[in-house]
């Protein structure tokens, strides 16, 4: 069975920067592409940020935008979410999740096998 491990979060100041990687094993992933999302305590799962497998193209939501920056390796093995600027309000616990259905990078329902999570903390 697949599994997706994340690393690299931790504690960062107001303008710092953290990459998150999120690295696949297990076996080949079945996707149309990878995506990072991200809960607050108390609130609800956001997407932010999605890369397509075929064309490579990006996308991202509009509050990290010119901020964050998905990629990947060439091998397709790992996935990063390099982070710039970062705000306080950018503090959740962050997941990558691997697209294994057709549709929008948008919305979490798209996503079929999920990371344990990383946590980033930006302290103000």
């Known amino acids: 069975q697949v599994q997706l491990v994340e690393s690299g979060g931790g504690l960062v100041q107001t303008g710092g920067s953290l990459r998150l990687s999120c690295a696949a094993s297990g076996g080949a992933l079945r996707t149309y592409g990878m995506g990072w999302f991200r809960q607050a305590p108390g609130r609800e799962r956001e997407f932010v940020a999605g890369?397509?497998?075929?064309?490579?193209?990006?996308f991202y939501a509009d509050s990290v935008k010119g901020r964050f920056t998905i990629y990947r390796d060439n091998a397709g093995s790992t996935v990063y979410l390099q982070m710039n600027s970062l705000k306080p309000e950018d503090t959740a616990v962050y997941y990558c999740a691997s697209k294994g259905i057709m549709g929008d990078f948008y919305s979490d329902s798209r996503y079929d096998t999920w990371g344990q999570g990383t946590q980033v903390t930006v302290s103000s």
């Open positions: 890369i397509s497998w075929s064309m490579w193209s990006t």
